[in-house]
């Protein structure tokens, strides 16, 4: 009996201050406030009893459903149709100019609009504190429910009768109906105006932000709803940019391979900032540079891998006491990979930094800064040039000198480079070449002649499909054999079905790799394209993208039978999927923007 195929039943909505994750219930199954990183307030999507509930359904048992977004935006249509009508329920966090600032309040707009009929509707509303520890007591109001001893005030505006929803009571819908979940500072205004003036001036910033992408003649769909995930993982009052908004949903069942990943990754925020710099999108970088210039302020010695969203240093990992999604135990919070070392981050953030001092389009009032950070961040790659390390996938019980490390050792040195020829900076540019070439040195000494392909680090035969960033970092040159060979050596030992790709195959601390990172298949496509094997890509691409959710949404990491698994939406593959695509575009010659 074959099983089936199992995908991330939901969408996500934000505001760049929260984010919150709307099954095809209607049920809010992940919600954490007031930061990313916090306690959820809605957490079933890791514990069904403890985590609290926040649905909107059909009174009848029998009844289907269907998810969409507004078309360009983050609002989030949940329809759904049974034997006595139908209605839709518009999720919405609230985005806005106001005062020439954005309005992003700790708010979830739920308009519950009549389409047909008189549907009989439930409407439950459990929220939970300190991951699902605290049950709150409840206290009502005229038009609100109040829930107690959740850290700030948190509370429920409506029109809805407040005793059927404490009592989890059918009603009939026969007008359409509003529910306001505020953390903090309460609604205090006219519920319908706001929630439908919310709605829609929301609705008006996405596509406004929308429209005003580059976008290239093939996969926009693809590209505008990563496009709009990957805003949604920045948070905007630090600038930092989380990796995912979930922590343990497992690698794979049963793989115990379940990490906490709303932290701030160097390595991530890389390549997220060279999406947004594709589609033309320049604040994203100028937000991030604070988060950065902060915390190198703050640096001492070297830089962590990774940091909370608020440049916090100890994110200490611990385990809490929840089922777990689908019964996968441990439940992680934080993250230990924060005590290893990985030397890639230095070039990361020269790389990322980049073209803040040297892209003609941006009026960066801070260039002078690159005096104080260019030169300390060289001075770290040089100190740890040959240095080993815990590598890009944060193997725990192993440090070798990884390729990947090297390459951006060398990507660093470039990048430092390009930024002192703005400045005229002679001293920087010597220096920046010369650990350039030094580390162009040590890449080649990693190379394997005999397989005539870079091995995951230096004396390992292990392939890593980090490596293919030797060809998509322009390391390789695209018209030489040696890019050429170096693709068809990783794709002979690491290429799955449909164009999956697995990051390694070689035991690690937690046994071999049951699931492909998806990335890594959007990197082999963009290499693909690279060197000319533009049909290739295009037809990898198009095998790919039918592993999305049905939103359009990507996992970490894909099974070969199609099933998502790993945290969700990861930024990674959507990044993987718009740089690929642009790669593609620009083969195909066209660029006509639009």
Known sequence: MNMPVHKYNMGIIGNCSYLAYIDSKAD??????????????????LD??????????????????????????????????????????????????????QFRPLMLVRKIELLHGDPAIRVTCDPRGNYGQIVPETTTGSNHIRYMNLGQQVRITTDISLTYILNKQSFLLDQDRYV???????????????????????????????KSCYLPDIYQDEIIRSALVLKLHQYEDTGGIIASGTTSLPEFHDSTRNWDYRFCWFRDAHYTLRAFNQIGHFEELEKYFDFVHNILTNAGASLQPL??????????EITIDLNGYL????VRIGNKAYVQVQHDVYGQVLVSLLPLYTDKRLTFMRKNSYRSIVPWLLDQ??????????????????????????????????????????????ALMRKAQDIATAANKLLE??????????????????????TLSMVTMNYLDHNSPRARDHIAALEKELLADHGLFYRYKHYDDFGFPETTFLVCAFWYVDALACVGRTDDAIRNLDKLLGFSNHLGIFSEDVHVDGSQWGNFPQTYSHVGLINAAFRIARKVDKVDFL
């Open 180 to 210: 306001v979940l505020t953390y903090g500072e309460p609604l205090e205004a006219p519920l319908k105006e706001t929630c439908e003036e919310f709605l829609r001036k929301t609705i008006q910033h996405w596509q406004l932000w929308i």
């Open 381 to 426: 790659i040089e100190r740890t040039l040959t240095m080993p390390d815990s590598g890009l996938w944060e193997f725990r019980n192993q440090v070798q000198v990884h390729t990947y490390t090297l390459l951006f050792h060398w990507a660093g040195a470039k990048a430092a480079y390009k930024i002192g020829a703005v400045f005229n900076d002679m």
């Open 48 to 101: 069904e009893e403890k985590g609290g509930h926040f649905s909107i359904v059909p009174a009848a048992e029998d009844y289907t459903s269907r998810q969409y977004y507004v078309p360009n935006t983050n609002v989030l249509c949940t329809e759904f149709t049974a034997a006595d009508g139908s209605f839709v329920v518009k999720d919405c966090a609230p985005r806005m100019t106001i005062h020439e600032r």
């Open 307 to 316: 940091y909370s969203i608020a440049g916090e240093k100890d994110l200490e």
């Open 28 to 45: 809010v199954k992940w919600m954490c406030l007031p930061r990313f990183d916090s306690s959820f307030l809605f957490g079933s999507l």
């Open 327 to 330: 019964g996968n135990k441990p």
């Open 445 to 466: 000494q990693a190379y394997d002649k005999e397989r005539k392909v870079y091995p995951q680090a230096i004396g390992t035969p292990n392939l890593d499909a980090s």
